[in-house]
């Protein structure tokens, strides 16, 4: 890090050597988290004590992942991570069933209204969910089964796919109706 002429520590840009900022005088975007918890959690081994047994085999295993998001106050959204995960074996048994709602509070500021949707559905749950992977992971070993250690996940990558399923969506209909 550099010094500015103040003696305050902070990262020079190219705008003459003034510290971070619009020469406008706009503010930095500053974002906190303010709380993270867990909303929801469920386990269930219907198949206990046999679905625990030598030879039942490797279930087949179908993960769901959601991200929603509420305004909680004029700079305050809740961001939810739903995970969900459905294990099944070969003769369509159910191994297992969890799901997971974990949420985290978000304190936004100064944040431009063209970033906040991409911040709120991209970033924020990229940073709940090495959290909630592991509380995921210590109820599937806690059910009896090895844990369940979920891929880390492209949120961007969701979300451009589901803007471009609703465009998709929206254009058929439009063809449709015309």
Do not use: C
């Amino acid at each position: 890090m550099a010094e500015n002429e103040t003696g305050d520590e902070g990262y020079i840009n190219g705008n003459g050597g003034e510290a971070a900022g619009d020469a406008a005088g706009e503010a930095m975007p500053q974002v906190s988290i303010l709380a993270q918890y867990v909303k929801d959690l469920s386990f269930e081994n219907p198949g206990a004590p046999g679905s625990l047994q030598q030879g039942s085999g490797q279930p087949k295993i179908e993960i769901n992942v959601n991200v929603g998001v509420r305004q909680q106050s004029e700079n305050v959204y809740e961001v939810e991570l739903k995970l969900s995960a459905n294990a099944a074996f070969e003769n369509g048994k159910t191994a297992f069933i969890t799901e997971l709602l974990y949420g985290g509070l978000f304190g936004l500021q100064n944040v431009p209204q063209e970033h906040l949707e991409l911040f709120l559905v991209v970033e924020a749950p990229r940073q709940l969910f090495p959290f909630a992977r592991r509380i995921f992971a210590d109820a599937t070993r806690d059910g009896g089964f090895p844990p369940l250690m979920l891929d880390p996940i492209d949120f961007a990558q969701l979300y451009f796919a589901r803007q471009q399923q609703a465009e998709t969506a929206e254009q058929s209909g439009e063809i449709g109706h015309a």
